[in-house]
């Protein structure tokens, strides 16, 4: 009969004891579940003790597998966090190391030495598709309230895993709009000639100096790696003026180098005549004051002859004179004493007749002759001199 059919009685279904006169023995509940485990081992009702290792051992097992359940292996690169009911305990670095099982103790792993990659304006999508804009991240305004289209792309590692994963919520979210922030405000300090031109690296670099100070004050255990400025550009709307006034700018830059690339010629070229002009005119002037000293110094020296022997140094110059005048002419004019004719000697016809065309001898110039001529009449003129002289007195 069913312990629940009528005229059953309120009898345990475990025990078989009537219920009615108050709650089941907790002796008798374990003592027949201990029966039970035995007859499916092989024991009978008889020999309860017999099964109780066996109980015991499976406790033990257990209690073994969740003991295991506590070893876990670092690789290299990472770091393990371990929280015990979710507070920080401890950071294991690689190898094998053991906690105490869930829920207890858990572990995280963190990759340190894993480049992470962040893009602020675009977003690539793979490497076989085309950048995509992202308008709101992207125009900014410069300082010269000009709208840009900036893309940047920064690298940052892990430095810390204790605090990149407890200091900050969404660490990747806020290392996005700490750069974004940064990036708004190096461009508002700039033109936008210089973002788009020259000033591309100074503008990453300070990026990436403001992004880790403010990431620092946060302890975000973020260390950013490198910070590239993928590209820079006005808004599409103006692409085609700018373009313009981009070719403009290289046109003057061109005409500008033309200029400086001529005057590098000409100027040194210029240079060099200057100075061969101004070394001839020293060199000229330094010409013309030695050759006035030297005739100055002369003229003294002939003046203070002239003073100890006037009438010697006066016939001497009269006949320098002549010697210097007529020895140029092949004509030879011959003063006659006592009379005021002059006697004209066709010299070079004297001497190409006594000369003849056999004649072996060495010719005499015309020069030569009239200096023999001149010493043979030297003192007929002297005394020409003197007698003039004496009727002047």
């Known amino acids: 009969m069913s312990w629940n059919e009528p005229g059953g009685g309120k009898k ?21 579940l201990q029966e039970k485990i035995g007859g499916i081992f092989g024991g009978g009702r008889g020999a309860p003790s017999d099964s109780s290792w066996l109980i015991w051992l499976l406790v033990g097992v257990v209690l073994l597998l969740w003991l295991a359940s506590g070893m876990y292996i ?24 053991w906690h105490l099982p869930y829920p207890v103790e858990t572990v995280e792993i963190v990759d340190v030495e894993h480049q992470r990659f962040l893009e602020l304006g675009y977003r690539s999508g793979g490497r076989q598709q085309p950048l995509g804009s992202v308008p709101q991240e992207a125009l900014m305004l410069t300082g010269d309230e000009n709208i840009v289209d900036v893309r940047l792309a920064v690298q940052y590692t892990i430095s810390n895993a204790r605090d990149f994963l407890f200091n900050i ?15 708004r405000e190096v461009v508002g300090r700039h033109t936008m000639d210089f973002v788009l031109t020259e000033g591309r690296s100074e ?50 830059q061109r005409f500008i180098n033309e200029a400086q690339a001529y005057a590098n010629e000409v100027i ?19 010409k013309i004051v030695a050759k006035a000293q030297g005739e100055a110094s002369r003229f003294e020296q002939i003046l203070a002859e002239y003073e100890q022997a ?34 004209y000697l066709p010299l070079d016809k004297f001497q190409s007749k006594a000369q003849g065309p056999k004649t072996q ?11 023999r001529m001149l010493q043979q009449r030297q003192p007929a003129l002297r005394r020409s001199v003197r007698g003039r002289e004496g009727r002047g007195r």
Do not use: C
């Not at 015990?84 to 094998?96: D, I, Q, V």
């Open 12 to 32: 345990d279904p475990w025990s078989g004891q009537d219920q009615s006169g108050g709650p089941p023995d907790l002796e008798e509940v374990i003592r027949s």
């Open 74 to 97: 670092v690789q290299e690169g990472n770091r393990g966090v371990v929280t015990r009911f979710g507070k920080y305990t401890e950071t294991t670095l690689p190898g094998l190391h």
């Open 169 to 183: 919520k969404g660490p990747e979210n806020t290392l996005r709009e700490v750069t974004e922030s940064a990036l």
């Open 203 to 252: 503008i990453a670099a300070e990026v990436k100096k403001l992004t880790q100070e403010i990431m620092n004050t946060y302890q975000s255990g973020i260390a950013i790696a490198t910070v590239n400025l993928v590209d820079a550009q006005p808004p599409e709307e103006v692409q085609g003026a700018f373009e313009d006034a981009i070719k403009a700018r290289e046109d003057k």
């Open 268 to 286: 040194p070229k210029a240079r060099g005549q200057a100075a061969r002009i101004l070394e001839e005119a020293q060199g000229y002037k330094q």
């Open 310 to 343: 006037p009438e010697v140094n006066r016939i001497r110059m009269y006949l320098d004179a002549l010697e210097s005048v007529l020895g140029k002419t092949d004509t030879v004019m011959v003063d006659v004493k006592g009379g005021n004719n002059l006697l």
């Open 361 to 371: 001898s060495a010719p005499v110039s015309s020069q030569e002759a009239a200096r």
